[in-house]
C-alpha cells in the first residue's frame, strides 16, 4: 500500500529541517528560526504551543531556549541533568573510588552535564564515553526484537546515532582537561573488555536502551571487579517497554545481580524513565576466586 503523499511531505521537511539544524549557519538563523518553521504545517506543535508552558508553576522550571528547542521534553531532560550532577556530586562528596563512565552518548547532552558537574564538584576522576558512534545495533537477542520500542522503530538498528567522537571531545573539553576525557569508539562488546581493570568505576550512567547492549557494557565491569564500593548506577531507560521486566535495561540489572550477587540500595526513580541503584559489594568472577 503507498503511503498517502502527505506523509511524504512532512517526512521531507522533517528531514530537511534535521539537516538544517546541523548545519553550520544555522547559529546565523537562530533556535527561534528553526522553530517558526517547524510550527509551520504544525510539524511539531509542542516546540512553541508547549501546554505546560501556560501553568506558571512549570512556565520558568526551563530556560527559554530549552522550552523552544525541546518542547516539554525539556522538562525530563532537566530532571535527567538533576540527577546527573547530584550523582556526580555524590560521588565526589562520599569518597567513592574510581572514574566516571557513560554508556550511550547520542549527541553529548548528558556526557557534557556530566563533564561540566565533575568540574563544578572537582571531581578526580576520568570520564569515559563508550558509543558505537554508528547508533543502535541490531539487537541479536530476542528480548529486544520483542520490545515495544524496537517493533516500533524507535529503537531499529541505527536509530539514535548522534554526533562523532571529534564532535563530542570538543563539547566536554570545555569543561574539563582533554586528558580526562576517554573516547571508546565501537560496540560494547569489544570496547568494554578493552579497559584495564586497574580501572574502576564511582559512577555509571547506563543510556544505551537495549538489553543486549546494557549486559554488554555492566557484565564485564561486575565480572572483572571494576565498580567500585559505593557506586551509583544510574539507568536512563528503566522504565522504557512498559516498566516490563523481561526487557531492556531492567532485565539486564536484574540478570547481572543473580550473576554478581550484588548488593545494593535503591536509590528509586528519577525522571518519567530513570532509575538509580548504589552498590554495595559482589562477587567478581575474576577477583574473588
Ligand atoms: C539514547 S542514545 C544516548 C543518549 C545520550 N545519553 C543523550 O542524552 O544525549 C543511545 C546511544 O547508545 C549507543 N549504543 C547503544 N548500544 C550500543 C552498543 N552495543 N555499543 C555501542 N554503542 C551503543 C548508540 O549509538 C546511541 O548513541
Known sequence: MSQPKQNNEVSKIVRWLRYLERHPFTPMFGVNFINFLRQSGDLERRFIKDPLRSIPELAGRISRGEQLRYGSESRSNQIIADALLLGIEYAASASVAGDVA???????????????????FRHKGRLHLFDSFEGLPESPSDRDRTSYHVQEGAWSEGACQ?????????????????????????????????????ISFGLVHVDCDLYQSTIEALDPLFARGMISEGALILFDDWNCNRSSRERGERRAWIECCEKHRIDYSDGGDY???????????????EKDT
Open 102 to 120: 557513560e554508556f550511550g552518548t547520542m549527541k553529548g547532552r548528558t556526557a557534557q552535564v556530566l563533564a561540566a558537574a565533575m568540574a563544578a
Open 271 to 285: 525522571s518519567w524513565g530513570g532509575h538509580k541503584f548504589i552498590v554495595h559489594d559482589y562477587k567478581s568472577l
Open 162 to 198: 548522534g554526533i562523532g567522537p571529534k564532535a563530542l571531545r570538543i563539547k566536554c573539553k570545555k569543561f574539563l582537561p582533554e586528558d580526562n576525557i576517554i573516547i571508546h569508539q565501537g560496540w560494547y562488546s569489544e570496547t568494554v573488555k578493552k579497559v584495564a581493570d586497574t
